[in-house]
């Protein structure tokens, strides 16, 4: 199958061109920039010299769409909605690691990604892309929604809790910590060498995209309306995000409980994996893996839960979970090209 790659000058696109690059029924056909038409790839990133060396060009929707069967758009927000509708009236499915095509309501997206948003026809037509949840709806669509790197981290987190009704749901702290590959390859003040080594930041109190995607899932999965405390931070290192969550518990369970609750519900979700009592993951552990590791924690003292849910923002945050909804929407296992073991050290 042939796909093409939309902003193919940022990180989440280099990442996707890394691992399609092993995929063994994908080749990436044509890569799209509007800022670097042009120019080859490797000019921009030497390491692929050799290895995938396309000239990227400026998107044209109809030459485009005789040349490929899906496209990928690793765009900023407020950019593929534009698009995405004209593929999918000509037939050609597309994934969006943006947030155009995420949230259901007008008013939330207005409020949080200062636009309009996409036509209610393909808002309707498109599925949230978190395939521990919505794989058979996966498999069927047409506009693929990919979800956000922090949501990722946190519904895996606390998914399994919702189900099992064994936490209150008016009382969710969400702490969260990003590396700065997170905040993307463009310039920034805040992620400048000398302000970001040896800091810590917390950023977006109160204002993060994030929050009305993780608030409609948990909305959807408890049957309620359900608000959340999400308190993002920077750290000085590359990849990675830990979600530590804290929520209370209805009545008294033990870790051990929880844990094999947490082992059970995803024991047929094989980029999930629910650490054993006592043991508790690190973002290291899951770095350029398409893993999410969870470790559990039941505080008989004080009646909490704590859940710690660690990924590669850019593998299962971004541009591998994009292709395991790829692999899920073409009838393939899931699993394929994505198996790549964590890098450790």
Request: charged share 25%.
């Amino acid at each position: 199958m042939k796909v093409a790659i939309v902003g193919g000058t940022g990180y989440g696109a280099v990442e996707l061109i890394r691992l399609l690059n092993n995929h063994p029924h994908v080749t990436v056909e044509k890569i799209l920039s509007h800022s670097s038409s042009g120019t080859k790839l490797s000019e921009v990133y030497p390491h692929l010299s050799d290895i995938i060396d396309l000239e990227m060009d400026a998107l044209d929707v109809e030459a485009l769409s005789k040349q490929v069967d899906l496209v990928f758009f690793a765009t900023p927000s407020n950019i593929s909605k534009d698009y995405i509708p004209k593929f999918f009236e000509l037939g050609i499915r597309c994934i969006d690691l943006s947030g155009d095509f995420r949230l259901e309501d007008e008013a939330e997206y207005r409020l949080y990604y200062e636009d309009s948003l996409a036509d209610e026809k393909y808002i309707k037509e498109a599925v949230y892309g978190l395939p521990e949840i919505n794989k058979e709806k996966i498999k069927d669509t047409k506009i693929l929604a990919n979800p956000g790197c922090y949501p990722t981290a946190t519904l895996l987190g606390l998914l399994p809790a919702f189900k099992h009704d064994l936490v209150e749901q008016d009382n969710i702290i969400i702490d969260a910590k990003t590396g700065v590959s997170g905040a993307g390859r463009g310039l920034s003040l805040n992620v400048h060498f000398s302000e970001m080594n040896e800091n810590f930041k917390a950023y977006k109190l109160g204002s993060h995209k994030h929050i009305p995607e993780i608030e409609q899932e948990l909305t959807t999965a408890a049957g309620e309306t359900i608000q959340v405390t999400f308190t993002p931070h920077i750290v000085p290192m590359t990849r990675g995000i830990m979600s530590t969550i804290y929520v209370n518990l209805k009545e008294h369970h033990s870790s051990e409980e929880i844990i094999s609750l947490y082992q059970k519900y995803y024991k047929d979700h094989p980029f999930v994996r629910v650490r054993n009592e006592g043991i508790i993951p690190s973002t290291r552990e899951v770095y350029g893996s398409n893993y999410c590791d969870i470790g559990i924690f039941s505080d008989e003292r004080t009646g909490k839960l704590t859940i710690v849910s660690v990924i590669d923002n850019l593998v299962k945050g971004a541009s591998g979970q994009a292709i395991q909804n790829m692999n899920l929407m073409c009838g393939w296992d899931e699993t394929t090209g994505i198996t790549q073991l964590p890098i450790y050290p």
